[in-house]
């Protein structure tokens, strides 16, 4: 079965650590999207890419770093310098941009203690 | 710059009431429009999606959203509330961002309660 998926489901990180969030999808989509989820807020965008090797900063970008170095997968990483990083972290893909649906991971729920 | 705006963070109705999911977008050029759902601890789900080929779209679970230009809404509704219908819900807009960039940008979401 084609999909999206997240891992670890929850993660558990010290303050001042880095951690990274794995993505993978076997759809062949072209873009990949991560997203931070707090209550009330919706979904922001962290980063998102379009292509292999490219991507491009979303709306809250700083403290976080990420890579395309295949199609497949999108790893997301929370640095030490992102201030507030305990949240709920969702993962999306897009076949063919604008007018095509997007597919969600399951999602990470990382604490930093 | 595009932007949704979901009217009403938390919005509660009786079991067979009707749903109405308010929301409304801004933007430059048309929009595509997407109403997803979400369970607790859970990724989102789409309802349905609108990209011009019909204002009016019917989705998945009884659910549908017209589309008025007019009004830059897109609201969501079903005629009659099941409790399984109590979920997270969020309207989501795509557009060009320059080049081959689209960006998926998402309202703050509406958390629906059906009371038995």
């Known amino acids: 079965d084609g999909g999206i998926t997240q891992s670890p489901k929850y993660l558990f990180r010290k303050e001042g650590q880095n951690v990274t969030l794995s993505c993978e999808q076997n759809l062949n989509h072209d873009a990949m999207y991560w997203y931070r989820q707090d209550p009330g807020q919706g979904l922001r965008l962290i980063y998102y890419?379009?292509?292999?090797?490219?991507?491009q900063k979303g709306d809250i970008a700083e403290g976080y770093s990420v890579s395309r170095e295949k199609k497949e997968s999108f790893p997301l990483t929370v640095t030490s310098a992102q201030k507030n990083p305990t949240a709920f972290y969702l993962c999306?893909?897009?076949?063919?941009?604008?007018?095509?649906?997007?597919?969600f991971g399951q999602g990470t729920r990382l604490t930093v203690v | 710059a595009q932007s949704v705006t979901q009217l009403g963070s938390h919005v509660s109705v009786s079991e067979g009431a009707l749903v109405l999911l308010r929301c409304n977008y801004s933007?430059?050029?048309?929009?595509?429009l997407f109403w997803y759902v979400q369970y607790p601890n859970q990724g989102l789900q789409l309802l349905l999606k609108y990209t011009s080929a019909a204002t009016l779209v019917k989705g998945i679970n009884g659910f549908e959203a017209e589309f008025k230009k007019s009004e830059t809404s897109f609201h969501l509704t079903k005629p009659s509330a099941h409790m399984s219908d109590a979920a997270e819900y969020f309207c989501a807009v795509t557009q060009n961002s320059g080049g081959s960039n689209y960006k998926l940008t998402f309202g703050k979401g509406t958390l629906l309660t059906v009371n038995p």
């Open positions: 933007s430059s050029v048309p929009p595509y």
């Open positions: 890419s379009q292509i292999v090797n490219d991507f």
């Open positions: 999306a893909s897009i076949g063919k941009v604008s007018n095509t649906e997007a597919f």
